[in-house]
């Protein structure tokens, strides 16, 4: 309480009502299963479209929990096509929980490739699966630029230089630490370069005064080539006009500006030794060296010995005679002079064939999307850790040069090899699951408040079916759970059968539905031995329609007589004989009507308790007690007496006066619709004592009209006057 020490006004906020009580949604659902892919052992993630669940658990495909028998029915991806029957008919928010079976204590089902170590890069699936076993194609993607100013930190910049500038030689007083070098200002001089058209050999052996016009002598060799055929030194263009003797040609540019001032970095090479230029100073005639890891097998360099250029010696097709080629084979054409930013993009294909591509990957930690970030083990974005089907794994000693060499797998200069495919293999779908198995999958809806509705769609086809039923009624019935189950049987059965199924079941919390729904497989193609149609289990149709009738007319009213969406038939055309059978036992039928479609027949509860034998009732109950409980806990520690008791009672009243104004209630007034006791009629001195505050409300439920009857009979008509 406010003390008042001072004279003066005080004005204080206070509320003269009570707080109000708010629905909570009953249309959410949860679903534990199969997929192809995604997080295994963690609490799921909100789905709002087949999309989302595209995007972390795959598509339709065909899992391969007997992988010696592919057309067995447990290698149907049940989960898969329930989810996308339960958006169908209506549903908007949806969970699922995945439930992977490793085959042994040491198998992971992870599919991996590639190496690592400290100095290498490794590939693995984020998740276990089949799917995993997919293809990688990582691309380089130079783009030519102007400046480097305008770049993201850490971008990787390769330079091809202008000119004949492989064959440079530059001054390089190389120390065993980073140090400055001198640019030579002209190429007289240039030590002699060789260079080969197929077998034919021809060595540029000096360059004029002018720097404009250089030697080529002709070697002999095994192959002829006609006049006029295209010559290339390693980096430029030679206007070659070849004859049969010794002459001078003229280079198509110029030498001079061969290290642009701007130039950062370029990759030089000493044998097996890396020496990355990354700086060039104010005059563009000194830059700076960082020498990088040179290999335990290469010959020790003087301090003194001059650097290359990284760009070894390239050939082209002639376009007339054939293909000029070195040892390896063709090489791409080079770029044009110029400063190129690396980046490079991964391509993932799947068993779907469906790409994902992720784009503008950069070398350096430093970079916003840098490989090593963007699909790592543990990505910085949670978004990244739930859709990204690979990692990276790069070793502890990569640079940016290394890590690029490391992928391309080149040893020279950049833009040599422009990508690299690897395959992930050893994936696998685990096996089949037991009830145990679902139970843990389960156990991850346990924390998520606004879930209403579970199912395990395709559980049924499994040998413990039975059991995980037991499971899924067991995660529902705990205490606080407000949630509903909603079962299948197995696929085929008929009415004993399913009666066997039930008798095994006793819970106003769930609810059994029959038969499997015949729908479109997503799978078949023209031409293609995959059937046309496929039976899905009932519970992701169900759901959906549970979700829709909630959101068009309210959880009040019992979620039959409803459209089933999507349905072909029925694997089971059920008969009005059958479901007279099966109704009074608690089986909810989907059953076609001529002219009126394909229908949800049924809307009891798999129990033995006559006042919770109907669907809605027992969901508007948790309706109600979730709705109270959430918007109540304001009550929690105040003062246990009659100011709180009138405040909770005037926040239920109100509650509860809505929802009989809208129908939910049975009665001609709110007096008949429902009562709301909290006094000391409701709470002994013993309940006041041990801090308990008891507040009783009854409420007068709706009960669906399962039977219309009308009764008609004949009459005398009456005397005429």
Same mark, same amino acid.
């Given at each position: 309480m406010a003390q008042y020490l001072a004279p003066g006004v005080y004005v204080e906020e206070v509320s003269f009502r009570a707080p109000s009580v708010e629905g909570v949604s009953t249309s959410t659902a949860a679903f534990a299963g199969l997929t192809l892919t995604g997080p295994v052992n963690e609490t799921p993630e909100l789905l709002t479209s087949f999309g989302d669940f595209q995007n972390m658990y795959g598509g339709y495909d065909n899992l391969a929990i007997d992988a010696n028998n592919p057309g067995n029915p447990k290698n149907t991806n049940y989960l898969a096509l329930s989810v996308r029957a339960f958006f169908d008919n209506g549903g908007s928010q949806l969970y699922v929980s995945r439930v992977f079976v490793p085959k042994s204590t040491t198998d992971t089902g992870i599919a991996t490739g590639g190496t690592l170590s400290d100095t290498d890069v490794g590939l693995t699936a984020r998740f276990p699966g089949l799917y995993g076993n997919q293809t990688?194609?990582?691309?380089?993607?130079?783009?030519?630029?102007? !400046?480097?100013?305008?770049?993201?930190?850490?971008?990787?910049?390769?330079?091809?230089?202008?000119?004949?500038?492989?064959?440079?030689?530059?001054?390089?007083?190389?120390?065993?630490?980073?140090?400055?070098?001198?640019?030579?200002?002209?190429?007289?001089?240039?030590?002699?370069?060789?260079?080969?058209?197929? !077998?034919?050999?021809?060595?540029?052996?000096?360059?004029?005064?002018?720097?404009?016009?250089?030697?080529?002598?002709?070697?002999?060799?095994?192959?002829?080539?006609?006049?006029?055929?295209?010559?290339?030194?390693?980096?430029?263009?030679?206007?070659?006009?070849?004859?049969?003797?010794?002459?001078?040609?003229?280079?198509?540019?110029?030498?001079?500006?061969?290290?642009?001032?701007?130039?950062?970095?370029?990759?030089?090479?000493i044998d097996a030794e890396i020496v990355e230029l990354t700086a060039v100073d104010a005059t563009g005639a000194k830059l700076t060296v960082n020498r990088g890891a040179r290999s335990t097998t290469a010959a020790p360099h003087l301090a003194s010995a001059p650097v290359f250029a990284p760009i070894t010696p390239t050939f082209y097709t002639n376009g007339t005679t054939g293909t000029f080629s070195s040892a390896g084979g063709p090489l791409p054409t080079p770029p044009p002079a110029g400063l190129y930013v690396l980046t490079m993009s991964v391509t993932v294909t799947g068993a779907s064939g469906s790409p994902q591509v992720y784009d503008g990957l950069g070398f350096d930690p430093a970079h916003p999307t840098y490989l090593g970030a963007v699909l790592a083990a543990t990505p910085p974005r949670h978004i990244d850790m739930l859709e990204n089907q690979i990692a990276f794994k790069i070793g502890a000693n990569l640079g940016p040069l290394t890590l690029y060499q490391a992928i391309f797998g080149v040893s020279g200069g950049p833009l040599t090899n422009t990508s690299r495919s690897?395959?992930?293999?050893?994936?696998?779908?685990?096996?089949?699951?037991?009830?145990?198995?679902?139970?843990?999958?389960?156990?991850?809806?346990?924390?998520?408040?606004?879930?209403?509705?579970?199912?395990?769609?395709?559980?049924?086809?499994?040998?413990?079916?039975?059991?995980?039923?037991?499971?899924?009624?067991?995660?529902?019935?705990?205490?606080?759970?407000?949630?509903?189950?909603?079962?299948?049987?197995?696929?085929?059965?008929?009415?004993?059968?399913?009666?066997?199924?039930?008798?095994q079941i006793d819970s106003s919390y769930s609810a059994l539905y029959v038969p499997w729904v015949i729908t479109p497989n997503p799978l078949a193609r023209a031409g293609s031995s995959i059937p046309a149609e496929i039976a899905v289990p009932p519970s992701g149709f169900v759901a959906g329609i549970y979700a829709r009738n909630?959101?068009?007319?309210?959880?009040?009213? !019992?979620?039959?007589?409803?459209?089933?969406?999507?349905?072909?038939?029925?694997?089971?055309?059920?008969?009005?004989?059958?479901?007279?059978?099966?109704?009074?036992?608690?089986?909810?039928?989907?059953?076609?009507?001529?002219?009126?479609?394909?229908?949800?027949?049924?809307?009891?509860?798999?129990?033995?308790?006559?006042?919770?034998?109907?669907?809605?009732?027992?969901?508007?109950?948790?309706?109600?007690?979730?709705?109270?409980?959430?918007?109540?806990?304001?009550?929690?520690?105040?003062?246990?007496?009659?100011?709180?008791?009138?405040?909770?009672?005037?926040?239920?009243?109100?509650?509860?006066?809505?929802?009989?104004?809208?129908?939910?209630?049975?009665?001609?007034?709110?007096?008949?619709?429902?009562?709301?006791?909290?006094?000391?009629?409701?709470?002994?001195?013993?309940?006041?004592?041990?801090?308990?505050?008891?507040?009783?409300?009854?409420?007068?439920?709706?009960?669906?009209?399962?039977?219309v009857i009308f009764r008609i009979g004949q009459k005398t008509a009456d005397a005429q006057n």
């Open positions: 990688v194609m990582v691309t380089l993607k130079p783009v030519k630029t102007q !400046a480097v100013s305008g770049l993201p930190p850490g971008s990787l910049i390769a330079m091809v230089p202008p000119g004949a500038a492989s064959v440079a030689v530059l001054d390089a007083g190389i120390a065993s630490t980073d140090t400055q070098i001198s640019v030579a200002p002209a190429l007289k001089g240039a030590q002699p370069k060789n260079i080969m058209v197929d !077998a034919e050999v021809i060595t540029v052996t000096a360059v004029d005064a002018t720097n404009t016009k250089l030697t080529v002598t002709r070697g002999t060799g095994a192959a002829a080539h006609s006049k006029g055929a295209q010559v290339y030194a390693p980096v430029s263009t030679l206007a070659a006009s070849i004859g049969n003797t010794d002459q001078t040609i003229t280079l198509s540019a110029p030498l001079s500006g061969i290290l642009p001032a701007d130039a950062r970095p370029q990759f030089l090479q690897y395959t992930l293999t050893n994936g696998n779908d685990g096996l089949e699951p037991q009830s145990s198995d679902y139970a843990r999958a389960l156990s991850y809806f346990t924390a998520l408040e606004d879930v209403a509705i579970v199912a395990a769609p395709g559980s049924g086809i499994f040998a413990d079916s039975q059991n995980i039923i037991n499971a899924l009624i067991t995660h529902v019935s705990a205490q606080r759970a407000y949630r509903v189950a909603i079962l299948e049987t197995p696929p085929s059965q008929i009415a004993s059968d399913n009666e066997n199924v039930r008798s909630d959101e068009l007319n309210g959880v009040a009213k !019992a979620p039959a007589n409803e459209v089933v969406l999507g349905a072909s038939r029925f694997e089971r055309n059920i008969t009005f004989n059958e479901q007279a059978l099966l109704n009074p036992l608690g089986i909810n039928c989907l059953r076609y009507f001529p002219n009126r479609g394909y229908r949800i027949w049924g809307a009891r509860t798999a129990t033995s308790n006559s006042e919770f034998m109907y669907v809605n009732v027992r969901r508007y109950l948790i309706y109600l007690e979730h709705s109270i409980d959430n918007s109540t806990q304001w009550a929690v520690f105040e003062n246990n007496g009659p100011a709180l008791w009138a405040r909770v009672k005037e926040s239920i009243d109100s509650f509860l006066y809505n929802e009989w104004k809208e129908g939910s209630l049975l009665g001609d007034s709110s007096a008949q619709a429902y009562f709301v006791r909290c006094d000391r009629t409701t709470m002994t001195q013993n309940d006041l004592d041990n801090g308990r505050m008891i507040c009783l409300i009854g409420v007068a439920l709706l009960k669906p009209a399962e039977f």
